[in-house]
């Protein structure tokens, strides 16, 4: 198993390299135990190195090391403190998605992995400043329930088992919205109905979700 701070390079360099994030823009953590990794404050998230994320402990907030954690580090704390069941949490600007949902579109199921990774509906934050207190109460409110959470007029989070889990959430939702974006340009995209929802949701699709989160850890 690769260290925390190895997948951490990895899964920062994947946001930049799959477009969910553009300069210094996203921060991404993974917990381990009482202490939590986080991108540092002012680095483009594939710059940064195994030695320059940044420990914190969960439970007392002590920082360890030189560099200044990502200004979202209350977000992040939050979410942990929130879900024991997480370990990684990827916070990303992705395009396509903050163009769709700051224009009040919301994505809704329409192929099977979408309700089986992303869950059977995204909820949407209003706009709120970042980096604070109101940010982290709007975040932690939603991410009880869901494992994607967009920010209007900011971008995405996505929470996971592992940083593998909540990375495929964030590459997927911002897929999710490029075929949603294209469905609506050309026509009018036939989303599930509920009955369809509830067939990836009930017990044989089970398997097939629990076979697809499978390969995420
Ligand atoms: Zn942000």
């Not at 030189?66 to 977000?75: A, G, K, N, W, Y």
């Not at 209003?126 to 939603?142: C, H, K, L, N």
């Not at 469905?183 to 089970?206: C, D, H, P, Q, S």
């Amino acid at each position: 198993m690769e260290s925390i701070r190895k997948q951490l390079c990895k899964y920062g360099k994947l946001v930049l390299q799959k477009n969910l994030a553009a300069g210094p823009g996203g921060n991404i953590s993974a917990r381990d135990g009482d202490f939590v990794y986080l991108s540092p404050s002012g680095f483009a998230l594939d710059e940064i190195k195994e030695s320059h994320w940044v420990k914190i402990n969960l439970k007392t907030g002590k920082q360890y090391g030189s560099l200044r954690p990502s200004c979202e580090i209350s977000m992040h704390l939050g979410c942990y403190l929130a879900r024991p069941d997480i370990n990684a949490v990827i916070h990303t600007h992705p395009p396509v998605t903050l163009g769709l949902i700051s224009a009040g579109v919301e994505l809704k199921p329409f192929y099977p992995d979408f309700v089986a990774i992303l869950g059977r509906e995204i909820p949407v934050v209003e706009y709120v400043i970042p980096a604070g207190e109101e940010i982290r109460q709007a975040v932690v409110e939603q991410i009880k329930k869901y494992n994607v959470v967009l920010l209007k007029n900011h971008g995405a989070v996505c929470v996971g088992a592992t940083l593998k889990e909540a990375f495929s959430r964030a590459w997927m939702t911002e897929e999710t919205s490029k075929m949603q974006a294209i469905g609506m340009m050309v026509g009018k995209i036939r989303y599930f109905t509920e009955e369809e929802i509830k067939g990836i949701e009930n017990l044989e699709a089970e398997d097939y979700r629990k076979a697809l989160l499978k390969k995420l850890k």
